[in-house]
């Protein structure tokens, strides 16, 4: 019976595998770009921030802050972007703006923060192994430091994650696993055509299918961080040729996050030398992936922009 069973499911895979290939990479697509089609149920109650119980409001700074980012940015449509006070530190996005429920732009609120005042910072109770942050202490001085950005660079921060939107790139980054998955199939498929696979012993089949599959999620690791990088350069470098302003504001906001990250690596111990480097770099989750462009290249991508553009 259950022999059956698996003789009708393999001829019905074979006489209709091209159209299940277009349905499970369609299905993967979407998958993949939900969170991007509808980014207030998702990105937006994961990152929305809430003060005494109610969703925070970004303040009226922020607000006019960001219609000026738009409007430097060369957005015609800036109804299509919403800005929300985020819970991070450091600017988050989702959406496609030209998708009914447009994209969104989570901004932190150490960024109501000037160099004169503390707002948004020392007003915040930041917990790190279980222990709060003495702002008044040396450490605490630094993170501050490190979380305090100049108009330019939050300007920069906010114009990047709307030029990542604005340039498709959710939409790009999730094409990465159909794609691998239809490059994948096919190569399988001719690679056996070619070694005369199909007329050989099911076990030589089986154990080709799965090397084969082995080394397409391998390829789908690397083009998918190969991808992402490529997105965050491009993101970068877009933002820094808005003005020369915008250019130096992401150097500035690249060495915050980095001194950032180092100051984090000395408050979270253990934990924080095996998270970040000692440039302040992200170490990668796992051994052959690095899903975002390391920091101090996107810094030194942008100075280069700024000489070539701007000096």
Same mark, same amino acid.
């Given at each position: 019976?259950?022999?059956?069973?698996?003789?009708?499911?393999?001829?019905?895979? $074979?006489? &209709?595998?091209?159209? %299940?290939? *277009?349905?499970?990479? @369609?299905?993967?697509?979407?998958?993949?770009?939900?969170?991007?089609?509808?980014?207030?149920?998702?990105?937006?109650?994961?990152?929305?921030?809430?003060?005494?119980?109610?969703?925070?409001?970004?303040?009226?700074?922020?607000?006019?802050?960001?219609?000026?980012?738009?409007?430097?940015?060369?957005?015609?449509?800036?109804?299509?972007?919403?800005?929300?006070?985020?819970?991070?530190?450091?600017?988050?996005? *989702? @959406?496609?703006?030209?998708?009914?429920?447009?994209?969104?732009?989570?901004?932190?609120?150490?960024?109501?923060?000037?160099?004169?005042?503390?707002?948004?910072?020392?007003?915040?109770?930041?917990?790190?192994?279980?222990?709060?942050v003495k702002w008044d202490s040396e450490v605490g001085k630094a993170l501050r430091e490190s979380l305090t950005f100049s108009p330019n660079a939050q300007k920069f921060a906010i114009a990047r994650e709307i030029m990542y939107l604005?340039?498709?790139?959710?939409?790009?980054?999730?094409?990465?696993?159909?794609?691998?998955?239809?490059?994948?199939?096919?190569?399988?498929?001719?690679?056996?055509? *070619?070694?005369?696979?199909?007329?050989?012993?099911?076990?030589?089949?089986? !154990? !080709?299918? %799965?090397?084969?599959?082995?080394?397409?999620?391998?390829?789908?690791?690397?083009?998918?961080?190969?991808?992402?990088?490529?997105?965050?350069?491009?993101?970068? &470098?877009?933002?820094?040729?808005?003005?020369?302003?915008?250019?130096?504001?992401?150097?500035?906001?690249?060495?915050?996050?980095?001194?950032?990250?180092? $100051?984090?690596?000395?408050?979270?111990?253990?934990?924080?030398?095996?998270?970040?480097? $000692?440039?302040?770099?992200?170490?990668?989750k796992h051994w052959f992936r690095l899903k975002h462009a390391p920091y101090t290249s996107r810094k030194e991508m942008i100075e280069n922009t700024l000489k070539?553009?701007?000096?």
């Amino acid at each position: 019976m259950a022999s059956q069973f698996v003789r009708k499911l393999t001829i019905f895979a $074979t006489r &209709h595998r091209l159209k %299940l290939l *277009a349905v499970s990479c @369609g299905g993967l697509f979407v998958t993949n770009a939900f969170c991007h089609v509808f980014p207030q149920r998702t990105y937006g109650k994961l990152y929305q921030a809430w003060s005494r119980g109610v969703p925070a409001e970004l303040s009226d700074k922020l607000q006019d802050t960001f219609q000026e980012v738009l409007k430097d940015a060369g957005v015609d449509s800036t109804q299509n972007y919403t800005a929300f006070a985020a819970f991070s530190f450091q600017p988050v996005s *989702a @959406g496609v703006p030209w998708l009914p429920a447009g994209a969104i732009i989570g901004i932190p609120a150490n960024f109501n923060s000037t160099d004169d005042e503390g707002k948004g910072i020392t007003n915040r109770i930041v917990m790190i192994n279980g222990r709060d942050v003495k702002w008044d202490s040396e450490v605490g001085k630094a993170l501050r430091e490190s979380l305090t950005f100049s108009p330019n660079a939050q300007k920069f921060a906010i114009a990047r994650e709307i030029m990542y939107l604005q340039s498709n790139s959710p939409i790009i980054y999730s094409l990465v696993g159909s794609v691998c998955l239809a490059g994948t199939y096919l190569t399988g498929v001719a690679a056996k055509q *070619a070694l005369g696979l199909y007329s050989g012993p099911v076990l030589v089949r089986g !154990f !080709f299918n %799965l090397t084969v599959a082995a080394v397409g999620l391998i390829g789908y690791f690397l083009l998918s961080d190969t991808v992402s990088h490529w997105l965050d350069y491009r993101s970068d &470098h877009r933002t820094a040729t808005i003005s020369k302003n915008y250019a130096e504001g992401g150097i500035e906001f690249y060495d915050k996050v980095l001194a950032r990250n180092r $100051t984090f690596r000395f408050l979270l111990g253990k934990k924080g030398v095996e998270m970040y480097a $000692t440039n302040g770099n992200l170490f990668p989750k796992h051994w052959f992936r690095l899903k975002h462009a390391p920091y101090t290249s996107r810094k030194e991508m942008i100075e280069n922009t700024l000489k070539d553009c701007w000096m």
